[in-house]
Each structure stands twice: as structure tokens, then as C-alpha cells.
């Protein structure tokens, strides 16, 4: 079955700074990739995906890179906010949708520091 | 996006006793559900996964037998632990989708925090 990667654990940042987290996947079928964002005590939250055919996609301060080749796909946040300081987990699936079932990474506490 | 409620938020049980956690597509049509647990500091591990009209399909290591997952209808799944213990206490996450729709996403509810005294 597929596994998911994520690095680094925890990241602190500070306010303006960008912030990246890299998740690697192993199977190589996968062709769905979103990025939920936690706080805490509340359920994931969708901030991003990604699909097999595209390479790169932006949303106002948030991108994900995805490199099939290499089996990774990247979070990248620009001029981070307070607010964004959360649980950031990705997860990969095959035939993408809501009715297949996510592999999650392990997550990343992101810190934005003031 | 799509709404997904769950209820309770929160709830505190006695050991032993059992405990019902609901799912509900508020504004489609949910034909698969998942239901996740999470611990503390801990990614979503996925538990088990209910279809519409039929039973679920459990992970490896999940007893059915305990946690009873029921998709009665489009719009609601339940779950239910029985015979709740402390090690149960944990944070139950569902999710709703459409099976075979591509483009769609799976939207989370806001999840149940169980705590087994």
C-alpha cells in the first residue's frame, strides 16, 4: 500500500518568512495529493491539492510542487502569518476524489513566531 | 465547500458503556465515508471505511466488532464504540465523499474527542 513521508516534524518560522514541508510517496499510482491544514481539536482543513498532471499550483500565499519522477510534492507558504501556525498534514491517494481513501503523512507543527 | 457536521465535539464515558459518534453530509450526498482516530501529536490513522447500503470495510488491526460503523443512508454514518475502555480515548475524525467522482474532495468534520474514565 501506499506511505507517505513528511518532513521536518516541527518548523518555526518567523512572521514573513516562508516556510516549506516535504512529503515523498511510494506508490507510484497515486495521482491525487492535498494538504489539510489542523488546528488544534478541530478537524483537517483542505488549504491545497494537487493533481498528477500538473506540476504546480498556486493559491494567493500558498503553492504545492509535485515531482512524479521523484515521488515528492511540496508545501510551500509565503509571508507567513500568525495564523498560520497549525498542523499541516499531506496525504497522497490513488484516482483522487472523495470517495478514496487518504494515506496522510505524519504531519508538521508549523510555528510562526512574532 | 461542502459541509460535514459531526456530533458530539466531545464526550466522557464510563468504562464499559457505549458511545455513538455521528457523521452527516449537511449538503450532498455522501456514498463513502471514513472514519479516522487520531492520538495526541499523531497523524489520522484510518479506521475503517463505510459505503452507502453496505458494510464497512475495516483496517488491519480495527476490531469491528467494537467499533460498529453504520451507513444507513446518503447523508449519515455512525460510529459506535462499545465497551469503551480508557485506551479508546482518542480523537475520531469522519470524512464524506462521492466514489467516482474525480474532482471532488473529502471534506472533515470537525471531529469527537472521546475520553474513556
Known amino acids: 500500500g501506499e506511505n507517505v513521508e513528511q518532513h521536518p516534524s516541527t518548523l518555526s518560522v518567523q512572521e514573513g518568512d516562508s516556510a516549506v514541508i516535504k512529503c515523498t510517496y511510494s506508490d507510484s499510482a497515486s495521482n491525487y495529493f492535498p494538504w489539510y491544514k489542523q488546528e488544534l481539536g478541530k478537524g483537517p482543513q483542505l488549504i491545497i491539492d494537487?493533481?498528477?498532471?500538473?506540476g504546480e499550483k498556486k493559491d494567493q500565499r500558498i503553492a504545492v510542487t509535485l515531482n512524479k519522477t521523484a515521488k515528492h510534492f511540496s508545501l510551500h507558504i509565503t509571508e507567513t502569518q500568525p495564523e498560520d501556525s497549525a498542523v499541516y498534514f499531506c496525504a497522497a491517494t490513488l484516482r483522487g476524489g472523495g470517495g478514496n481513501k487518504l494515506t496522510f503523512g505524519t504531519g508538521t507543527q508549523l510555528k510562526v513566531e512574532l | 465547500g461542502a459541509v460535514v457536521s459531526q456530533h458530539p465535539s466531545w464526550v466522557i464515558c464510563k468504562s464499559g458503556t457505549s458511545v455513538k459518534i455521528e457523521c452527516r453530509s449537511l449538503?450532498?450526498?455522501?456514498?463513502?465515508m471514513f472514519w479516522y482516530r487520531q492520538f495526541p501529536k499523531q497523524s489520522l490513522m484510518l479506521m475503517a471505511t463505510?459505503?452507502?447500503?453496505?458494510?464497512?470495510?475495516?483496517e488491519q488491526g480495527v476490531e469491528k466488532d467494537k467499533f460498529l460503523i453504520n451507513h444507513a443512508s446518503l447523508t449519515l454514518s455512525t460510529l459506535t464504540v462499545t465497551s469503551a475502555h480508557p485506551e479508546d480515548s482518542s480523537f475520531y475524525i469522519c470524512?464524506?465523499?462521492?466514489?467516482?467522482?474525480?474532482?471532488?474532495?473529502?471534506?472533515f468534520g470537525q471531529g469527537t474527542r472521546l475520553t474513556v474514565v
Open positions: 470524512s464524506a465523499g462521492t466514489q467516482g467522482a474525480l474532482n471532488t474532495e473529502a471534506f
Open positions: 494537487i493533481r498528477s498532471n500538473v
Open positions: 463505510s459505503n452507502e447500503g453496505s458494510k464497512a470495510t475495516y
Open positions: 449538503d450532498f450526498q455522501a456514498t463513502t
